[in-house]
């Protein structure tokens, strides 16, 4: 299991439920694809949160190209889409990109209900 805190790590298929099901605390993961635009836009957001929230919150990435069938057990249609876990429930979704602003009153609202 990663270790490293602060960063955004990418998981895979076969990954998924050991870095995010079974993962002690909250997880957000970012569905993306390398040919959408508003998934570049929204990376370095998520990096900086990932760093200013490191101990409290983890955040992964997955290609939802390269890993179809978490994408599609978790009905993802639209790239990029946030997925938020917590002791391996989904507890909140986002579709598209946002400012740092609202994503973390949208996270901050989602932890604390």
């Known amino acids: 299991m990663t270790t490293t805190t602060g960063a955004v790590l990418a998981v895979t298929d076969e990954t998924f439920e050991a870095e995010v099901l079974r993962h002690d ?3 957000l993961v970012d569905f993306w694809a390398q040919w959408c635009p508003p998934c570049h ?3 370095p957001v998520l990096a900086e ?3 200013e929230r490191a101990g409290e919150l983890t955040i992964r990435k997955i290609n939802s190209d390269e890993n179809p069938r ?3 057990d ?3 249609m639209s790239l990029p889409t946030l997925v938020l876990f917590r002791d391996g429930e989904r507890v909140a979704q986002w579709v598209g990109a ?3 602003a609202r994503l973390l009153a949208e996270l901050d609202a989602a932890l604390n209900a």
């Open 25 to 27: 605390g909250p997880v």
């Open 41 to 43: 836009m929204i990376a």
């Open 49 to 51: 949160i990932a760093a």
């Open 70 to 72: 978490t994408a599609r």
């Open 74 to 76: 978790l009905q993802v």
């Open 98 to 100: 946002r400012p740092k």
